[in-house]
């Protein structure tokens, strides 16, 4: 439907806990597509709402050509994990090695109230992990060790989009339930 402004580090609503989805309705079938396009403009792997500025618990993803979405997520991770390279739409630029599990079973609904799971490893288990702790108010460089979640915020700081403007919170155009995120 619409390409949205990704909101970057420093926005609150991306330190908020999103709220679940209770109707499936229109607004969140064009939710889901506002994301989606977002997501393939920008290039992304992923996309959760409240990186758009909706505090609801919607996320898109596009791993290896496929492209999808889940509502309301809960996960089971494997207890192996992996190491790899990680980077975020709202932190531009910046790709550190995380630790992630290494597989997820997710559970959730798609845009229309249907149940759905998702089976992934590797970098699909990567981002369902990513964007499913963004509706937590979780960043990748939470994850971090010590040394390199200093890095990264030294890397932040130093950044050409960081502290130019003052974090702007827009009224979203989707309905909240009336909380206001």
């Given at each position: ?106 559970n959730g609904f798609d845009m229309h ?69």
């Amino acid at each position: 439907m619409a390409i949205q402004p990704i909101r970057l580090f420093g926005d609150p609503i991306l330190r908020s806990r999103a709220i679940e989805v209770t109707t499936f309705d229109k607004e969140l079938r064009t939710l889901v597509s506002d994301l989606t396009d977002t997501m393939l403009d920008a290039p992304g792997a992923g996309l959760a709402a409240p990186q758009i500025g909706v505090g609801l618990r919607v996320f898109t993803w596009n791993v290896d050509g496929e492209v999808g979405h889940l509502v309301n997520p809960t996960l089971e991770l494997s207890e192996e994990q992996q190491l790899g390279a990680e980077g975020c739409l709202s932190l531009p630029n910046l790709t550190y090695d995380c630790l992630r599990a290494l597989s997820v079973v997710a559970n959730g609904f798609d845009m229309h109230g249907e149940p759905v799971t998702i089976s992934g490893s590797e970098l699909l288990a990567r981002a369902i992990q990513h964007e499913t702790d963004h509706l937590d108010g979780v960043l990748f460089i939470d994850k971090l060790d010590v040394e390199a979640r200093k890095h990264a915020m030294r890397t932040i700081r130093e950044s050409d989009w960081f502290g130019l403007e003052k974090p702007t919170v827009k009224v979203s155009p989707h309905p909240t339930n009336g909380f206001g995120f």
